[in-house]
């Protein structure tokens, strides 16, 4: 089988990519890169986010986040802050039972249970 360059990882972070961001933004307002640091920290190191431009964009777009302020860092760097919009709030609920019902569906198929 040639090698595509899409790995199990990549589509798995593509996917949960957007519902750990509007979780960790249903937590505080946050910048991306605080956003990755965090997910990092949580996950023992083992979920290194990819850059957060894109996903922003497309949140934002979608009416699920909003930029709720701008800061400038001692070292002049610009922060972008996002918060959760109540549609965001929403869309994350369904996206955790979505999430929920897939992993205890396919868990079951690759552990099955003694029953």
């Known amino acids: 089988m ?8 990549a589509y798995l ?3 949960t990519t957007p519902l750990l961001v509007l979780q960790m933004l249903s ?8 956003i990755m640091q965090e997910v990092n920290k949580r996950s023992g190191g083992v979920y290194k986010m990819p850059l957060l431009y894109t996903v922003m964009d ?3 777009q979608q009416g699920f986040v909003y930029e709720s302020k701008k800061e400038i860092s001692e070292s002049n760097r610009v922060r ?3 918060a959760l919009t109540e549609a965001g709030g929403i869309h994350l609920q369904k ?3 979505q999430y ?6 396919i868990n079951e198929i690759l ?4 029953k």
């Open 58 to 60: 497309r949140l934002q």
């Open 100 to 105: 929920s019902q897939f992993t205890s569906v």
């Open 95 to 97: 996206l955790k039972e």
């Open 13 to 15: 972070k593509r996917a």
């Open 2 to 9: 040639p090698d595509t360059g899409h790995t199990f990882e």
């Open 27 to 34: 937590e505080q307002p946050m910048y991306p890169y605080q």
């Open 80 to 82: 972008n802050y996002y």
């Open 111 to 114: 552990f099955p249970s003694d």
